[in-house]
């Protein structure tokens, strides 16, 4: 990993890419004439509606419309946006106050007052749209306002992570007028508050932004306009860009494609190698008659080899993950390989030994097609191989499109089944309670009432989050005794772009969603 041209630039922080050496990206400049940034990305939006959605629509979301809080340029933790100031008015952390910022309007001129941001997070939770973030305000008990710019929202439980929900995407504030309180909305003529207005979209295929000039917030934009295209694919993402039909890829990129840009001197081309926070794992469904089985699933655990799979699959452009809460947020822990160490086929067939299991265990693992790149059929071809390969397992694989895929986990249907996770804010808690609960965002009840009548609701009353690494190392812990969830790795965030193009080190939010106001073409060297 070491002889990697000039073009990779290495990354050690979460908030924000930034680079240590070099042009290109670094370079300053102002926004020209010369048309709108084009920006590609494999992750389309599901709907645009942000009630809807806990995916990577956030994407486009931060860019169109505002929320409460978000994060300036540096910032790792929430600042004030459509706020202007926010802050727990009690000890407990359970009562929250933010007041608006003077004459916000949304992109249609209709005014953005406290009863549009009630509205917006009420309907949420009045919605429950499935798929949709609805969990992210298991916390919230009401939201009251007083006159214009006066918002209170009263927790019935201490929750010092609030301002974080608060900062997502999924909180997007919208116009009263044009979204109902008990149902999504549909079509595509979108006003928000953001830096941009949405002037047209066509599903799957692109996102026309342009400067909202009614927007009032941190944000500083360096460019007028910016087009998101869609892409099905790395490959054709790539030929793309190097035909200059777009400005940036992120989101996407295959581990072939990242290899090749590393590897080729290419004058024209930049790539950003920064830390990220995503992660893969699979979920087993404790309905199945085998994978409901805990002996199974640490049979499974102690097989699965993260390290071949980082390195034959995705060469190297993700690391094994040896628990829920990845490396670099406090809290992180390793799990899965103190427990159980290198793979070993002896200690999984003594383990299913003990169990009173002789026999071959037939597994179905299920993934999805279209959402997580392109290297995902490899993975579960790999982890076949691996689990077939032990003589413990028979395995066989099934796939579905994503929103069938959907549907399917969120019936019970798969067995064994692979997902992804972006963060929602970049806190331990985030890669703990979406997945426990009778409700979360599984489709797949984890009651673990250790976890979330204990150890969370513990570290969500202490407001300093480095004293929470006990709570949630232990947490950790318990999901490692119950193998329901198995960690295979942590990605990295890779950005490429053409060397005309600057601000991509100040693009990327803690949570990995792309600030598309950065973007900017250089004007000079």
């Known amino acids: 990993m070491s002889n990697r041209n000039r073009f990779l630039r290495k990354v050690a922080a979460i908030a924000s890419l930034s680079l240590v050496a070099g042009c290109g990206l670094l370079s300053d400049g102002d926004p020209d004439d010369q048309g709108p940034i084009v920006v590609g990305t494999t992750s389309a939006p599901s709907t645009l509606d942000p009630a809807g959605a806990w995916d990577g629509s956030w994407e486009l979301y931060r860019n169109i419309f505002q929320t409460l809080l978000a994060y300036p340029n540096g910032a790792t933790t929430p600042q004030p946006d459509a706020a202007r100031a926010c802050s727990f008015t009690d000890a407990t952390s359970r009562t929250y106050r933010c007041q608006l910022r003077a004459g ?9 007052t406290a009863e549009a941001v009630k509205h917006s997070i009420d309907r949420i939770r009045a919605i429950d749209a499935p798929g949709g973030p609805a969990g992210l305000l298991g916390s919230l008990d009401r939201v009251e306002t007083s006159g214009e710019r006066d918002i209170v929202f009263h ?5 010092a992570t609030f301002p974080f929900v608060l900062a997502t995407p999924a909180m997007s504030l919208v116009d009263p007028d044009d979204y109902p309180a008990d149902a999504l909305r549909e079509g595509t003529d979108v006003h928000g508050s953001g830096p941009y207005e949405l002037q047209s979209y066509e599903e799957g295929e692109r996102a026309v932004l342009v400067r909202n000039d009614n927007y009032r917030g941190f944000a500083k934009r360096q460019n007028d306009a910016v087009t998101i295209r869609y892409f099905k694919d790395s ?3 790539v030929e793309a860009l190097r035909d200059k039909r777009i400005d940036v890829t992120y989101r996407g990129l295959a581990a072939d494609d990242i290899v090749a840009l590393q590897e080729h001197d290419d004058e024209e081309l930049q790539l950003v190698d920064g830390a990220g926070t995503d992660i893969s794992y699979l979920v087993f ?8 089985r805990a002996a199974v699933r640490k049979a499974v655990a102690q097989l699965v080899d993260r390290g071949a799979i980082a390195h034959k699959v995705y060469k190297d452009t993700v690391d094994p993950l040896y628990s829920m809460v990845p490396k670099g947020l406090t809290g992180h822990a390793t799990g899965f390989f103190d427990d159980y160490g290198e793979p070993s086929v002896a200690k999984a067939r003594k383990i299913l030994a003990d169990a009173g299991i002789t026999r071959r265990v037939p597994l179905t693992l299920w993934y999805t097609t279209d959402r997580y790149g392109s290297e995902t059929g490899l993975m579960f071809q790999e982890l076949k191989r691996q689990l077939d390969g032990s003589g413990l397992f028979t395995i066989t694989l099934k796939s579905r499109p994503w929103k069938s895929y959907v549907a399917g986990f969120q019936k019970h249907e798969y067995p064994v089944f692979g997902r992804g996770w972006f963060p929602d804010f970049p806190d331990a808690d985030n890669f703990i309670a979406p997945f426990v609960g009778e409700h979360n965002a599984l489709g797949t009840p984890y009651p673990a009432k250790e976890i979330t009548g204990r150890l969370l609701p513990h570290a969500r009353a202490e407001s300093d989050r480095a004293q929470t690494v006990k709570d949630m ?3 950790q812990q318990i999901m490692v005794d119950d193998a329901r969830l198995l960690p295979l790795w942590q990605g990295r965030q890779f950005v490429a772009a053409s060397v005309d193009i600057s601000g991509g080190e100040q693009a990327l939010d ?3 969603v792309m600030t598309m106001w950065t973007l900017h073409r250089k004007t000079s060297w």
């Not at 309007?105 to 209709?110: C, L, N, S």
């Not at 469904?285 to 409901?292: I, Q, R, T, V």
């Open 104 to 112: 916000l309007e949304f992109a249609d001129g209709d005014p953005l």
């Open 155 to 159: 927790l019935d439980k201490p929750d």
């Open 235 to 237: 490959a054709g993402m």
């Open 285 to 292: 469904n404790p309905a199945d008659p085998w994978a409901g």
């Open 473 to 475: 190392e232990a947490a």
């Open 510 to 512: 803690p949570s990995t």
